[in-house]
């Protein structure tokens, strides 16, 4: 009787240490994926160098900057990227990213004075971007003049430039503005942005590449003090 009893006592301990031996076992660890490459960085003070080299070989630079980033009454934020050719002939773009979306909506220059909105607002990329996405804009922008853009995209693809190597992905774009058509190709790196884009319009044909670019640090509450700032 006394075998039977230490038996069973014995046995209850086993089951309860191994039971409690499972419990404790730590869980298992989620492996968190990465966020997807952002083809279009936008911040304020992100800048960009690049050089066009038209079909006949005249060179000429330009440079991007992320000027201001405006919050607005929906929450988005407007990134005004600045196109500098030359101390005198700057024009700026306000981008937005938010629901998979890049939109284009305004366009202004400073030396003339000329605006423009895009309306409606003209997408030129999606997030996350990949191999054979594709969207369709049609609308007025500049002088109100009618556009329609068919937007294709392949890649990624191995693109060599002046500022480096990048696994870019390629976007063609077929552009018919008021009844000129246009094709304008678009490499776009990840986490860099446009690397490289070739434009071409019947006989004239420019390539435009990266040489640089600066995406400097920001000291704790400097972007959060720039977007709340009154324009």
Request: hydrophobic content about 30%; charged content about 20%; some cysteine.
């Amino acid at each position: 009787m006394k075998k039977h009893y230490l038996l069973a006592l014995c046995t209850s301990i086993y089951f309860l240490a191994t039971s409690n031996s499972v419990s404790a076992a730590p869980p298992a660890k989620t492996v968190k994926k990465p966020p997807p490459p952002d083809y279009f960085p936008a911040r304020w003070k992100y800048s960009w160098k690049y050089q066009t080299t038209t079909a006949d070989g005249k060179q000429s630079a330009f440079s991007m900057k992320d000027i201001h980033d405006d919050k607005q009454s929906d929450g988005s934020i407007w990134h005004q990227i600045q196109v500098e050719t030359s101390p005198t002939q700057k024009f700026s773009d306000w981008y937005s990213k938010g629901n998979g979306l890049v939109l284009d909506h305004h366009l202004e220059y400073e030396a003339n004075g000329m605006k423009a909105d895009y309306l409606p607002p003209k997408q030129v990329l999606k997030h996350p971007l990949e191999n054979g996405d594709s969207w369709q804009w049609a609308g007025t922008g500049m002088m109100n003049t009618a556009s329609t853009e068919s937007y294709t995209v392949s890649g990624p693809e191995e693109t060599i430039v002046p500022a480096g190597k990048f696994n870019a992905m390629k976007v063609v774009s077929a552009v018919n503005t008021g009844g000129n058509k246009a094709t304008k190709t678009y490499w776009y790196g990840p986490n860099v942005g446009l690397v490289k884009s070739i434009t071409e319009s019947g006989p004239v044909k420019s390539t435009t590449e990266l040489v640089s670019y600066d995406f400097p640090k920001l000291l704790p509450g400097e972007l959060e003090a720039e977007i709340n700032r009154a324009r």
